[in-house]
């Protein structure tokens, strides 16, 4: 019995460590990146990089993990890999949101219109409307919704090399991926640290939401099974 509670409380422990590291450093992130060189065509417009980048990053993250939890579902049946892949579809949709706001007001600024239909940012916005349709599929798609899902899931999947080698392939007016090695010393340190928060702050939200599914599943197998008590008993 000890040994099971000291199991439990150990992922519990882990994960509020892990809370409070990405707390602490949502209160230390704006304060280095305040404090990093202004970039000397666009000033301090630039700095949005520090939000832009870390969340395109965690777009496409959230993608490879749906679809890898796609995948255990469609050729294991793993109910916790289909779940993985739901709440990972989710973040994606949710950093996918932020990489669409926060990408044409940057393009304003820097080329002085907020769309233009280049590889890179059309790639990118095919992706996130591909996790949208996932939800979609998900929800409305019937009794095969979750198969649909999945396999909409792998297509995502394969547009992500698109969407980050597309600005070596073709030419455009998106920077090219060599723009963070290039990026000056002063400002690799702050770019670094958002990057590792933000992946913090997807780690937690993945294991909350990841609880409250388990939890969903759960209950309804409580329910099952309270009815099937209650049918034997009458």
């Known amino acids: 019995m000890l040994s099971k509670v000291s199991k439990t409380r150990k ?9 409070l590291l990405v707390l602490h450093g949502f209160f230390i992130g704006p304060l280095l990146v305040a404090h990093a060189p202004l970039e000397k065509t666009m000033g301090i417009v630039q700095k949005i990089f520090y939000f832009h980048v870390p969340c395109a990053w965690l777009l496409m993250l959230s993608t490879f993990v749906c679809a890898g939890g796609s995948l255990a579902y469609l050729f294991r049946g793993s109910e916790r890999g289909d779940r993985l892949a739901q709440c990972s579809a989710e973040l994606g949709v949710l950093f996918g949101l932020c990489v669409m706001v926060t ?7 820097a080329w002085g219109v907020y769309w233009t239909w280049d590889v890179r940012l059309t790639a990118s916005l095919l992706l996130w409307l591909m996790l949208i349709g996932y939800g979609l599929a998900r929800r409305y798609g019937g009794a095969g919704g979750r198969r649909l899902a999945a396999a ?8 992500v090399p698109l969407v980050y080698l597309s600005v ?8 090219t991926t060599k723009v963070v090695s290039s990026l000056a010393p002063g400002m690799r340190m702050p ?4 990057l590792a928060i933000f992946s913090g ?3 937690v939200l993945l294991t909350l939401r990841m609880r409250v599914e388990s939890a969903q599943a759960r209950l309804v197998e409580l329910s099952i099974a309270v009815e099937d008590a209650e049918g034997r008993s009458s």
């Open 103 to 109: 990408g044409p007001l940057w393009a304003r600024a």
């Open 201 to 203: 702050l997807w780690g």
């Open 152 to 159: 909409m899931a792998l297509f995502a999947a394969a547009d």
């Open 11 to 19: 992922p519990q422990a882990i994960f509020a460590v892990g809370f």
């Open 168 to 175: 070596n392939l073709w030419r455009g007016l998106h920077p």
């Open 191 to 194: 770019f670094f640290f958002a």
